[in-house]
């Protein structure tokens, strides 16, 4: 039996964790809005200890699957879907880590909390790039993608680039910031950043070519619309942690003086923050006059690309509202709290209830 | 579905927030002692800075024992700023804060720490703490924000940089004396606003 998962085990379970790791943040975030959300930040603890549960039980099939099944693995990498998703487990442990550095000194203190992380960024860094080359390498040589293969998955590489300058940042934020490893850190992130940037760019234009020139993806691949929210998010909150680093480097990292740069990253991270705004309510146009429409939205693992795009814009959010229209944010920061968690619960069942159908060991390709 | 599969999504649901209420409690009973006295609060005898019409006030807290959950407690040293606007229009804050122990060894504040402790700090003292980075005192009105700095061992004497204004940094000299913590000086430092 144990051979029969490991085999089967798929790279997309990743998304899973990400789905979850991801409303520790959002917890967090809602427990500083006011004093009766305090309890909030209890329950982020809780969710980052599922996270954690869940990243150790998920990594050891999806480890194994390396050694014990290279055939599959190929097959999944060369997939135009399913290939994308291998980077979603080298990316939980940048969230793992990004949640150890908010959540983890209430558990552990403050010096094993950051370097705990720091062994997280690592570990992340390492796989994302990984992946990164591999996918880009797959993608170049396949004489098999064609245009009717182009969906927003294709996010997940450019997203999981993207994500790295978050804990980079987040980590020079207090520990790190006066040493050593504070220059590594930004250069790694800084390069990251261009990565995930403009690939998102150009992968983007080739979605939209199919989008615009071609028929829209079958209903299984309906919850990838919601990927696309996750890149102009992921550099919002980039870009308020990155001010927030500049800050706690009393106020000049590297020469960046917080003073020259905190107006432009207020107008910069709003503009980006509106396109992800835009952008769900564009996926919720598409699934309800379109997928729910024609009744073309069966239930699927996928239904996980739901969960971690929508948590990233509800942190973007409540990182936003500590530099601009604070009362308006906060309380979208709420409203979208409470949807993300009825979203959660609604995939944690439904993943369950696909699971007893025994579709986990009738991969789709 | 079928009630086994129901029953597993109900636990894996749940744990978050089971764990949350358990921590909740625990945290803001008393189930984990946490050890707070604060000795220096300028607003009881008047002796905040005043800069520009804003006054600074601070109150200090030179040993706040907060306990991880899993690991052994340690000492924090957690200041309270208060922030008056005496003049006559709103006025923007941007602080920052930074803990220079001798040596010239600088550290920043620890967010984390400080959104822990923060319901506590605000109970003992009636405040509401500030979340933005930035926030908009208007005139004749306080605002609050709690900082807390990790805590270097055998330590005698420090001192604090408040950012706050354009052109001047506040700075609160701290030393030990016969054992206590003593505020013994307090300035306002000329920015250097070269190109070198």
Redesign the interface.
């Given at each position: 039996m144990f051979k029969k998962i490991v085999k089967n085990f798929g790279p997309e379970w990743g998304a899973a964790v990400m789905g979850t790791a991801a409303?520790c943040i959002t917890?967090?975030l809602s427990?500083?809005?006011a004093?009766p959300f305090?309890?909030?930040?209890?329950?982020?603890?809780?969710?980052y200890?599922?996270t954690t549960i869940m990243l150790l039980t998920f990594l050891i099939p999806w480890t194994l699957r390396f050694f014990m099944y290279p055939e599959e693995v190929k097959k999944d990498l060369k997939h135009p879907v399913r290939g994308n998703f291998f980077p979603t487990m080298p990316i939980c442990f940048i969230l793992a880590g990004t949640g150890t550095?908010?959540?983890g000194?209430?558990?552990?203190?403050?010096w094993?909390?950051y370097h705990l992380s720091i062994v997280f960024f690592f570990l992340g860094v390492v796989g994302i790039f990984i992946f990164g080359f591999l996918l880009v390498r797959t993608q170049f040589l396949n004489k098999e993608v064609h245009l009717e293969h182009a969906n927003f998955s294709w996010f997940i590489p450019p997203v999981s680039h993207l994500i790295i300058p978050v804990l980079g940042v987040c980590s020079m934020?207090?520990y790190w910031?006066?040493t050593s490893l504070a220059p590594v850190l930004f250069m790694i992130s800084m390069i990251a950043l261009g990565v995930g940037l403009l690939n998102f760019l150009f992968v983007g234009a080739a979605i939209w070519h199919r989008y615009i020139y071609h028929t829209i993806p079958q209903g299984r691949l309906a919850p990838t619309v919601m990927v696309g929210i996750a890149p102009t998010a992921i550099i919002v909150i980039f870009l308020i942690k990155f001010?927030?680093a500049i800050?706690?480097?009393?106020?000049n990292l590297f020469g960046i003086s917080?003073m020259s740069v905190?107006s432009p990253i207020k107008i910069v991270a709003s503009a980006l923050w509106g396109f992800s705004f835009w952008w769900l309510i564009l996926s919720a146009i598409l699934l309800f006059t379109h997928y729910v429409k024609v009744k073309d939205h069966p239930l699927e693992f996928g239904w996980w690309a739901y969960t971690f795009p929508l948590e990233a814009f509800v942190v973007a959010t409540g990182l936003l509202?500590?530099?601009v229209a604070?009362h308006f944010l906060y309380g979208m920061l709420i409203v979208l709290n409470i949807l993300v968690v009825i979203v959660?619960?609604a995939v944690?069942?439904g993943t369950?209830?696909w699971?007893?159908r025994g579709a986990f060991f009738k991969p789709q390709h | 579905m079928k009630i086994r599969s129901i029953i597993i999504a109900l636990v894996i649901v749940l744990i978050p927030f089971i764990i949350g209420i358990f921590l909740f409690m625990g945290k803001s009973g008393k189930a984990i002692d946490e050890k707070v006295h604060f000795i220096t609060d300028t607003r009881k005898n008047n002796k905040g800075v005043t800069y520009k019409g804003i006054k600074t006030d601070w109150t200090f807290c030179p040993d706040w024992e907060y306990k991880p959950l899993l690991f052994k407690a340690e000492e924090y040293l957690v200041f309270v700023f208060h922030y008056t606007n005496n003049t006559d229009y709103d006025v923007q804050l941007m602080p920052s804060y930074t803990f220079v122990s001798p040596g010239n060894r600088r550290y920043s504040a620890n967010e984390e720490i400080a959104m822990y402790i923060e319901d506590k700090v605000e109970n003992e003292l009636k405040i509401n703490d500030e979340t933005p980075i930035t926030y908009k005192i208007p005139p004749n009105t306080i605002k609050h924000y709690i900082v807390a700095f990790e805590k270097p061992h055998s330590l005698n004497d420090f001192y604090v940089d408040v950012d706050v204004f354009r052109d001047v940094t506040l700075r609160l000299h701290y030393k030990k004396e016969n054992g206590n913590w003593s505020n013994y000086s307090n300035e306002l430092v000329k920015k250097y606003k070269g190109r070198g």
């Open positions: 409303l917890m967090q427990s500083e809005v004093r305090s309890f909030l930040l209890y329950v982020g603890v809780g969710f200890l599922l550095n908010k959540l000194p209430m558990l552990f203190g403050p094993f909390a934020d207090v910031a006066e001010i927030q800050e706690a480097s009393h106020g917080f905190f509202a500590a530099c604070s959660w619960l944690v069942f369950i209830k699971l007893e | -």
